[in-house]
């Protein structure tokens, strides 16, 4: 068949006849006269770009795509211990029937006379994880825990107008870069990052909290659980620390933690932010992430937001519900570089599946969820750390991860991992390329999908792995 | 009934179904899922588990809905069909944004492979081979497209891949201690992340306002260039359809005081394989792969900015860079002069791969044709739409001279002859079972503005119908301005009472905030 | 009920066609009748007019007999409270001055006329410059220097309406400019800032300030805010007139003149409100910063209200020392023509010619063309 009479499915005017037609409504007698005078000769590409050969067919795309993706091993035919802000959970089907409907998949950004049910799908993200932090506002979702993270930090900076963060040395490496890099200027940074000292399980050192805070602080960051899965049992008293230097106290969390743990605000956040990936996502290779930030009611806070916020209106029938845009003028589509930041599409699917999740989580199931884990996470540490030579380094309570170090066996977390991965097992973040000081140590993620037997299954063979 | 035979037009009635928001279907009590329990043997070696939390153990429940499975299903489902998708319309309306059919065979991949699914990101590359695989082979791809030299992923969104470029640029100088250079220079047609992005990176955005050509004269540009000029980053063609055929200019005379220069591509899909970023002499660009590359846009996201550079500038790219050793794909981190992470992992994969099958589909020809449809359309919807009344055509230079894929139209003449502006239209135009039309950025440059790209999804039965209803929406404005105010009529809502809230008193984003606002008690 | 002032001065503009430049005056006016000059005014009055009809029961007018404002209203379908007198086929700028004072103590909420910049300037003597009262033209003068006016008949009837129905309406002070008209007959154009009025306009049109968080004052300030932090020291700065170079005297926390010209060195005043030779003793042969704004509705930055900064000023300070500040409106406004120079030496206008950083906020700068007509 001549190439040049292929009719592609997804063009439809491709149609040869059709194209005719059209050409003579316009006035041309070739598609390529519409460039002409438009794009100037010397910039049009006169050479041919050299793709590969195409696969036309559906059935020939889905089998080379599946192909390439049943090279990769997964969390279904392996047992995954890898955590590190991207931890799997139980997936309710209604998620993926929710995220999968055409309707939601393929939106953007009608208004809501048209697109009305997005618009309430969004308000009830926010309102529900409002619940669940303990806050009142919440905008339309960010790219990840990263920049959501980091946005909190500039919105601090805004509010106080001071230069200086206090980070965790010990705090998400993903996040760090990220940060470092939102927060840096030109000529220089003009919110300098500065870290405190943490424990072995990633607990801050308060002293050094003490001896770095100043009225230079725009704001306190911390993880909670950290990055190396503690509890910061001290929450409340660096959450002080914060408030008598006038700064903000911005804490991090993963919200499928906030059915048991407490909720910053109730130790004295004033900002709340973190990735809500763990709320009804799958892995999905590091794609499904979703980031938030939430704070009080109060206009210092509600006006620094980034990211579009939906408020709850009326219409002009009586008692129907409708929507609008809440002060625009804070996004870039509304005022440019005047904007607070900048203002993109990011996530909505995955915000209106966490929403989907908590609903139907309820406040039993996030216990629950939260219960499990912390079982499952204390059992797997406790089995582990009486294997010879494995060292569980746990400060004290932990959620869902733990830091566990393998000096005294001899191996490195890569040797190790890669055993592993004979026994179909994912096993923990190795640690020693971001934390050289922490030597051979991995961080564990057990969560409410890691029954008993999975959980023996790994002592059984990091116990096989070690003492070899 | 079907479509009426003559006027082509559809009784249509959106789904309305007056739903509560979701606290007000609680029922204590009742349960949308049960989550797993720990083992017997688990319980009796740890205890409760949550003790251990001490002071941190959460002391009142989060005060989020009780719902059983089926009504939480029903209400999810009927707020999925009181939103209209590119799925469910014509969806030419939304402007700037490219709205493509999605084809399923990618959608059900992504969402169904347990090769992407149940991937961790930070598995050993050995045991991802396939995802490295299609990244690396997606960079190839974009390199031919584009004419640069690397590209990179990891941008979760066209606004965060032109703050990826700011941050480039920044790192550049700053790697030669070049600190003085502080400005960026963009035109007011280009999206407004183009000015917004540098802002936050740090920098002082120059804006250029546009002639009556439609796009700034080189004079200005010229008299906006210094030796503190950091950058140049902007759209072409810009959000108005029209190419700035003098862009090669801009960008020799930026790089003449020694500025980089980064083209953002959203508006890509008017010249796939026709013109390069290379030809026009930019250092760095991005595409949307969510608009350019027919990955939906999921109520906005999640979504991938591809950030593609010449050589130069690789050393200051995000990490990892996946690499490829002529038998396994690795991933590199060690780019010391790297600007980090403007987003975690490896971006959204997901995007990528249905980038990635969409391309294959279509092959170089396909990609060009794609593009030649995408211009003939919007030129054939633009014959149509200038013979509507009260439809004016700003920078309109007559008889053969076109537009690529877009335009953006003004309701300048219908609102001075009617008093009805694109608000009012807009407002009627879902009541055809067409999505509300995007208007424009602000400031709005264009009065009455309204922006249409119909692209190559759209077959011309599609652009014909699209083309009469806002004939007919026109007639009404004329002859029956009743209609207009009361629209929309069909609808799942009405006129919303304030659809920009400014006024602290009315804000309630959030319900918890709406009961407090209104005075109820949760 | 809402009371609505209207005024027409029934010989605004009866000049122009005629190519009389203005109809100030008896003679004038005599003149453009003998030369077939027919009313214009009353006819754009009724326009704007009948697109407030639609309040009529909500809304009382309060006009003057006649072609002053009473015969435009009955044609619209109004039945107006008349207050005043007149004498038919002969008023004059008085009478507009009488019918302000008539219209405020009669309890006004706004003024809508229908002239040129006469009587805009009628109209504010008559109102003095602490008034709040909002006033919007109906443009139909010769002369539309002021910035005053709705952009057409239709625009300034439905901005009316909505302020009258307490919509959302945005309140600006626009300046009211008025020239010299015996000189603008002989081709000199010397026109005087005389003050500014509160004129409402339809926020769907403001569109690049759009929320609370952004208000235009903020905007103003962040203008100011701009300059300031970009001064030099041991340099002679001269602001303009205007309420947006007033900021930046407000930010200074100096004596300032709305009107007029002020001078400042390293922050400090030098001296306020200064004519023309005072300024050019203190710039002589010293480094000079020009900073001024657009003014009136056609965006002058010189020429127009800003006289006392002459050619010899400028020169003494160069091109390269003047600063433009204006708002994204005031350019979107007047886009795509130019800003105007206008400085009474044909070389200067033309050296002054061509693109000028113009600041627009906080770190905001946009590049836009000055240029001669």
Redesign the interface.
Known sequence: MN??Q?V???????VPE??A???K???IND??E??E????E????KG?????????D?YS??R???E???????????L?F?G???A?H?V?A?C???????????????????????W?????Y???????C?M??????M?????AASSSV?MANRINGRGTVLVPEKMNP??M??M???T?????P?IKMVTIKCDGAGLIDLDDLRSKISSDVCAVFIE?PTYLGS???N??AIGKIAKKAGAEYIVYVDPIS??????PA??GATITCG?FHSLGM????????GGFIATY?D?KY??EFKD??????????EG???????????T????????N????????????TA??Y???????????????????S??AA?KISALPGVEVKTG??FFQEFVVNFDMTGKTVAEI??AL?GYKI?GG?DLS?DFPAMGQSALYCVT??H??QDIDKLVYALNGVVSC | MSRDRYSRFRKFH?AKW??E???ELSVPG??????????K???A??????S????????????????S?MR??R??????????????NI?IS?GT?T?????K?Q?H?A?R????????????P??????L??IY?TEQ?MK??S?LDYFSFQP?????A??TNA?II?AY??SRGD????EIITTMFSH??D?????????K?I?LMPDENGFPPIEAFKAALSERT?GIMITN?EDTG??N?R??EYVDAAHAVGALCSYDQANANA?L????A???GFDMCHF?M?KTF?A????????TGAVGYREFLRPFMP?PRVEFDGSRYYLD?NCPQS?????????????V?KS???????????????A??S???N??MM??LKKVPGVVMYYDFG??????EQVRWSWEKLQQDTGFGTTDV??R??DFGI??Y?TS??PWVVPEPFTLEPC?????D?LDEYCGVLAEISRECYEEPEVIKGA?HN????????????D?E?????????L?KKGLKK | MKKLGVIVNPVAGMGGRVGLKGSDGDEIQKKARELGAKPESPLRAIEALKVIARLKDQVEIIAYPHEMGADEAREAGFDPRIVGSISSGATSPEDTVRAVHDMVAAGADMILFAGGDGTARNIYTALGSGSDIPVLGIPAGVKIHSAVYAVNPRSAGEVTALFLEGKAVNIREAEVMDIDEEAFREGRVSAQLYGYLNVPENKKYVQ???????SEQAEIQGMAAEIVANMKDDVIYVIGPGTTTRSIMQRLELPYTLLGVDVVLNKQILANDVNEQQLYDLVKGKKVHIVVTAIGGQGHIFGRGNQQISPRIIRAAGKENITVVASRDKLTSIMPRPLLVDTGDPELDRELSGYYRIVA?W??ILIYKAGLE
């Not at chain 1, 005078?37 to 100037?40: D, T």
């Not at chain 2, 600190?179 to 502080?182: A, G, H, S």
């Not at chain 2, 394989?273 to 390069?276: K, L």
């Open positions: 190439k040049k292929i592609y499915p997804y063009i439809p005017n491709s059709v194209k037609e059209m050409m409504v316009i006035g598609p390529m519409l460039y005078r438009e794009i100037p010397e910039l049009r590409f041919e770009m050299q793709l590969p050969e195409p696969i036309y559906e795309i889905k080379h795509t599946e390439l993706l049943g090279k990769n091993k997964n969390a279904q035919d392996h995954c890898l590190a802000g991207c799997p139980f309710p209604l993926d029937e929710v995220n999968g409907r055409g309707e939601f998949l393929t939106a953007y950004v009608g208004e809501s006379i048209a697109d009305h049910g997005k309430q799908a969004l308000f009830e926010t309102s529900l994880m409002a619940e669940l303990d009142d506002i919440l905008s339309i979702p790219y990840d825990g990263g920049t500039r993903e996040n870069l990220i470092k890099n939102y840096n200027s030109m000529p220089e003009d909670n509890v910061e049992v929450a409340e906030l059915g048991v743990m407490e909720a109730n130790y990735d799958h892995l999905g290779a590091g794609g499904c992430q009611d206009m509600i006006s579009l916020m939906y408020g709850l209106s009326e219409t002009s029938v129907e519900y409708g929507f609008g845009e809440v002060l625009y003028g804070r870039s589509y509304g005022s440019r570089d005047k904007a930041e900048f203002t993109g599409t990011s996530t909505g699917l995955w915000a209106i929403g989907v908590l609903a139907t989580m309820g406040p039993q199931g996030m216990e629950e969820v939260g219960t499990t884990i912390m079982q499952r204390q059992y406790q004290g309570p991992n890669k991965l994912f973040k390329l409410e999908i029954t008993q | 959106q007056d739903e928001i979701i606290f009742e349960r949308g899922v049960l989550v797993p329990k720990a083992e043997e688990v319980a070696a740890v205890g409760d588990g949550v251990a939390l001490a002071g941190l153990k959460r002391k009142k429940a989060p005060a989020l809905p009780e719902i499975q939480l299903n209400h999810y489902l009927r707020l999925s069909q009181e939103t209209m998708g590119t799925d469910v969806d939304q944004c709205m493509k059919y999605s084809p065979v959608e991949m969402a492979h347990p090769g992407i699914t149940e991937v961790h990101p930070l598995q050993d050995e045991t991802m081979q396939g995802i695989e299609i082979k791809i031919e497209i004419g979760g969104g066209g606004a965060q032109v703050y941050s920044r100088h700053q600190l003085k250079r502080d407004p992340c000015a917004a992005t540098p802002n936050t990176a740090g920098f955005v804006t950091a063609p029209i190419y055929p862009i090669k010249f394989g026709i013109a390069r290379h030809e026009a949307n969510h027919s939906p846009h999921g109520c906005m996201g999640p979504a990490v981190y600007i980090g992470k403007t987003r975690s992992f490896l971006g959204n994969f997901g995007v791969l990635y099958m969409w391309i294959m589909q279509h092959g170089a020809e396909g990609l060009k044709e794609a030649i449809c211009v003939l359309n030129n054939y014959q149509k008889v053969g001279k076109n537009r690529l807009n407002m135009l879902s999505q509300h995007w950025h602000h190559e999804s759209y077959s011309k599609d929309p609808g799942p809502t009405h006129r919303v009472k304030h659809m920009e809230i400014d602290e009315l804000i309630a984003v959030t319900w918890r905030q709406y407090k | 690049s300030v759009k929320s609370g968080t952004r906020g770190q905001d």
